[in-house]
């Protein structure tokens, strides 16, 4: 009893509820996302997670046009990164982290003003690239379409493939999280 209350008195909230979202706005327009990286088409890529999670929750709609639009997000993908981060003893990665960093905006459309922006909304996650350092039994692998003798079978170039194309999924999705909370409830 005494933890629920000392929850809910700091603010902290388990989803978005969209409260810091002005209450006469229904719609949204998505504003394509500008790209500051080298991976072509990662803010195209990501348009669909933001959008996806905007409908997700219920609060707004997405239309597609600005002037059919109660708020417009807009913002840029500001950071890309794949790093290697472990290696085997001939000096060949074994895992990768990657990372991706954004900016967004919201502005009203009907006073034309600016209600919530960020510098950093951000996602990572470290990817195994080899049968050896994939984990078949952590929540992450289990959601996939593979079991633990699928990937044993797997030559390195397929896992590496399989296991990257998975965890940039999880990392877009958990950055469309990410962005929505620190959007709609103004943190």
Known sequence: MVAALLISGCGYQFAASGDMLPASAQTIYVERFGNQTRVT???????RYIKDEIDLHRRL?????PDAADLELSGEVRFA????TNFNSALEPTQYNQSIVLSAMLKDMHDKKTIWSTNNVSSG???????QTTVATTPTFLQ???RADDIANMTDI?????????MQDLMMQRLAQHLYAQMADGF
Not at 61 to 65: L, R
Not at 125 to 131: A, L, R
Request: glycine share 2%; no cysteine.
């Open 61 to 65: 709609k997405v239309v597609d046009s």
């Open 125 to 131: 996650e470290h990817t195994p690239v080899v049968p």
């Open 41 to 47: 088409g990662i803010n195209d890529e990501l348009m």
């Open 81 to 84: 990164l794949q790093t290697p």
């Open 158 to 166: 397929q896992t590496a493939q399989s296991q990257t194309a998975s």
């Open 144 to 146: 996939q379409n593979l």
